[in-house]
C-alpha cells in the first residue's frame, strides 16, 4: 500500500515537473531571455572587468562569487555529515 | 582491518603516478584562469592522487603522510580562505567579494587585484573539495573505523 501510494506521489511529482518544461524556451535558441541580456554581457565585459581569459572562471568566481561559496559549504556540510554519521563510538 | 597486499607492478607504477597526478593538480589550479580548470577539479585530482595511495599501498601508508588531524584542520581551512577573502574586503571598504579593493594590499591595479582575489578563492575551494573527497573516501571504505576517527583511539 505504502509503495502504490508512493509511486503515485511519484508520477504525480513528474507530470508536474515535465508540465513545467512545456515553458521553457527551446533548447539553443538565440532569443531566449538569458541570451539576450545575460551572456553578451559577459561575454562582451568579462576580460575587461576582470582581467581573466576564462569565461568560465570569471562567471564563477566574480560574477558569481557569493554562489560559489556557499557551494563549498555545501561540499564542506557533505564532509562532516557523513563525519557525523559513520564516525561513531561503539559503545553509545 | 585492512589486509596488506603488496603488488609491485601497482605500487611501483603508483609510485610514478603519484607525484605527477599532484603536480598536474597544482597546474589544474594555476592555470584555471586561462584554461579550462579551478579549484574544483584541480581538488578532485588531488584526492585522487592520494586515494590512488590508499588503493596501491594500504590505507595507514596514506594516513601517515596525511594525518587524520591535518585533514580536519584542512577542511576548515578552506572555507575559511574563501571566506576570509570576502570579509577582507569587507574589511578594507567595500561590497563582500567585490575583489577590486585588494589592490589596496596587493601590488596590482584593481582589474589585476580581481585576478588575484579569484585565485586566492580559488586556493580555497581547491584545499576544501581535496580534503573533503579524502575524508568522505576514508569514511565510506572502512565505515568510519580507520584510524584516529573516534576520540578514543587517537
Known amino acids: 500500500m505504502k509503495k502504490v501510494l508512493a509511486f503515485i506521489a511519484l508520477i504525480i511529482t513528474g507530470a508536474l515537473l515535465v508540465y513545467g518544461v512545456k515553458d521553457f524556451p527551446k533548447w539553443a535558441d538565440p532569443n531566449q531571455p538569458a541570451s539576450l541580456h545575460v551572456s553578451p554581457r559577459y561575454i562582451e565585459h568579462a576580460l575587461d572587468e576582470t582581467a581573466v581569459p576564462n569565461l568560465v572562471t570569471a562567471v564563477l568566481a566574480d ?19 557523513v563525519m557525523m554519521i559513520l564516525r561513531r563510538p561503539k559503545k553509545w | 582491518m585492512v589486509k596488506d597486499i603488496e603488488d609491485i607492478v601497482i605500487s611501483t607504477l603508483s609510485r610514478f603516478l603519484i607525484p605527477f597526478m599532484q603536480v598536474f593538480s597544482l597546474y589544474v589550479f594555476a592555470h584555471g584562469h586561462s584554461s579550462p580548470g579551478g ?20 590505507l595507514n601508508e596514506a594516513k601517515r603522510r596525511f594525518r587524520e ?78 584510524e584516529g576517527a573516534l576520540e578514543e583511539d587517537v
Open chain 1, 63 to 81: 560574477y558569481r562569487g557569493f554562489d560559489t561559496m556557499f557551494e563549498t559549504a555545501v561540499i564542506f556540510t557533505a564532509g562532516m555529515v
Open chain 2, 39 to 58: 579549484g574544483f577539479q584541480g581538488g578532485c585530482i588531488m584526492a585522487a592522487a592520494f586515494i590512488l595511495m590508499v588503493i596501491a599501498y594500504d
Open chain 2, 69 to 146: 588531524k591535518a585533514l580536519l584542520i584542512f577542511c576548515c581551512l578552506g572555507v575559511f580562505i574563501y571566506v576570509g577573502t570576502g570579509f577582507l574586503c569587507l574589511l578594507l571598504g567595500s561590497n563582500f567579494l567585490d575583489y577590486s579593493i585588494l589592490s589596496k594590499i596587493l601590488p596590482a591595479d584593481p582589474i589585476k587585484a580581481r585576478y588575484y582575489g579569484m585565485a586566492m578563492i580559488e586556493l580555497g575551494v581547491q584545499i576544501t573539495v581535496m580534503a573533503i573527497m579524502l575524508s568522505i573516501f576514508l569514511d565510506l571504505v572502512t565505515k568510519g573505523e580507520h
